[in-house]
């Protein structure tokens, strides 16, 4: 196709995305910024081999900026005299990470394409590239994000799924966001890679009194095996795998950690336990991890969708830690 057809067809485009408002598409910087998608794969290459759980928590990133707000970049953004940081929540307190990364990137597509590629399209764009270094599924990433003018601290501690929640209360959370339950298992997929803390667990191990209590829905000698380096007391910060075969490695391996009554969180063995419907789920995924892969990619898409701005709302951060000046 002639450059002329090519720049017409996204200047139609673009007129449909102010139309619609929320309309994003793979194509978006072919034209502004051809070079865009290649420089977040690169960063993002170099900062997995550097250490392999930033994989996971450019994943995460991604996850808990799009269940606050929507995908806005909020979660980005530092305390200032107006903004108030997501970055102190509780689900992202002392476990959000990878911001360095983030900013890496930024700064290489301002040389680039100055003020051009969203912070919110960065990490659209590193979470599935972070998904494919680890031997996960690819997909198109639809792009066209704008980034956030304020960020939301009740909304980040009221929204995100956490760990000791409910099946109920996270079937709640995602529903409001527009996923449904089939979402909710594919997505808890990622818990394939990655770590958690002592903190985000230890209610499985000890009562209310400190005391050690059997929980039936942990293989027990996998129980003991926690318990040893996550005390009654203390060691908040110590880090476990989610998915002890293969901790580095996006594979189907979580689900069937799940049948063998390993998996770390509540949120994740309740998926197994508490519903016939997310049970089956698991049971399909753990066998079948071509369907998985295919399923963690559409919901990966649909997350991905979660009231974006777009159009003329919002801005393109020159710095993804504050708004612009």
Known sequence: M?????????????????????????????????????????VVEKAVAKEARMAASLLRLHFHDCFVKGCDASILLDNS??????????????SARGFEVIDEIKAALEEACPQTVSCADIMALAARDSTVLTGGPSWEVPLGRRDSLGASLSGSNQNIPAPNNTLQTILTKFKLKGLDIVDFVALSGSHTIGNARCTSFRQRLYNNMGMVHPDFS???????????????????????????????????????????????????????????QTMEFVKQYAENQELFFQQFAKSMVKMGNITPLTGECGQIRKTCRKVNG
């Not at 450059?3 to 978006?28: C, D, E, H, K």
């Open 2 to 42: 002639a450059r002329s057809s090519i720049t017409m067809l996204m200047v139609l485009i673009s007129i449909l995305t102010l139309a619609n408002g929320s309309y994003l598409y793979p194509q978006f910087y072919d034209i502004s910024c051809p070079q865009a998608k290649h420089i977040v794969r690169c």
């Open 81 to 94: 005299g107006t903004i108030v940081s997501e970055k102190g929540s509780v689900p992202n307190r002392n």
């Open 218 to 276: 942990l293989d027990q000698s996998y129980d003991v095996e926690l318990r040893q380096n996550c005390p009654r007391s203390g060691g908040d910060q110590n880090l476990f795998v989610l998915d002890p075969v293969s901790p580095t490695k996006f594979d189907n391996g979580y689900y069937k950690n799940l049948i063998a009554k390993r998996g770390l969180l509540s949120s994740d063995e309740i998926l197994f336990t508490q519903s016939q």
